[in-house]
């Protein structure tokens, strides 16, 4: 079973619907759940950050982490073309010597 | 804001040559990381650094070596390009866990 597991698309939804996009983990020891979105050749840009449980808002995105079911989400609200990217799952643990595993991303797309 | 500078965004290099990519973050962070990603394959690490003149191997070390002499700055060398070394490499840097930062990448394609 891998690390972390992401869908990896494309998906596709209609410009200002509601995205939701996933990971599945298997390691129980991770603590830090981050989003990251990649534009088409650029770097990854840290969306969503958080620590063990819980929901954090931040804007349009909600993340979210279910340590029960080790399932994290991520939520686009009014999603608009400009969202239209890779969306990457990460994770790690609290030491300093844990690596952090990524998902290996989910493209989406967002039709105008 | 979070700055990680790669100097290079594209180039383009011989079979046998030896590479530089160089990475500067001006956050004061003490880790730095190296990072390939590919198709299908995702992002693999191949080297980390947690503090000045330290190194340490990542998934997939072998061609590559990295040379940190300032915190700030964190190097990736090719030894000896090779045609399976065509791909996008991207320098992270962090403080804590969880909070890692990636430049813009940089395109390498090997002839």
């Known amino acids: 079973q891998k690390e972390v597991e992401q869908d990896p698309g494309p998906l596709s939804v209609p410009e200002g619907a509601i995205v939701s996009l996933n990971c599945t983990y298997s390691n129980s020891a991770f603590q830090y759940f981050m989003w990251y979105r990649q534009y088409s050749r650029k770097g990854p840009e840290l969306l969503m950050y958080?620590?063990?449980?819980g929901n954090k808002e931040d804007g349009r995105f909600t993340a979210q982490v279910d340590k029960s079911s080790k399932y994290i989400s991520l939520f686009i609200r009014d999603s608009q073309p400009s969202d239209s990217a890779t969306y990457l799952c990460a994770m790690s643990g609290v030491n300093r010597d844990d690596k952090i595993i990524f998902g290996k991303g989910t493209r989406l797309h967002i039709l105008p | 804001d979070v700055k990680v500078t790669q100097s290079s965004r594209y180039l383009v290099k011989r079979t046998g040559e030896k590479v530089f990519l160089e990475c500067v973050q001006d956050?004061?962070?003490?880790?730095m990381f190296w990072y390939r990603q590919d198709p299908g394959l995702g992002l693999r690490l191949i080297y980390f650094?947690?503090?000045?003149?330290?190194?340490e191997k990542g998934d997939i070390p072998e061609g590559y070596s990295v040379s940190r002499e300032k915190k700030e700055r964190f190097s990736l060398i090719l030894e000896s390009a090779s045609t399976n070394q065509t791909s996008m490499y991207l320098c992270a840097s962090s403080r804590n866990r969880g909070t890692i930062y990636f430049g813009e990448g940089s395109w390498l394609t090997v002839v």
């Open positions: 956050m004061d962070h003490e880790n």
């Open positions: 650094s947690y503090d000045v003149k330290m190194k």
């Open positions: 958080t620590y063990s449980s």
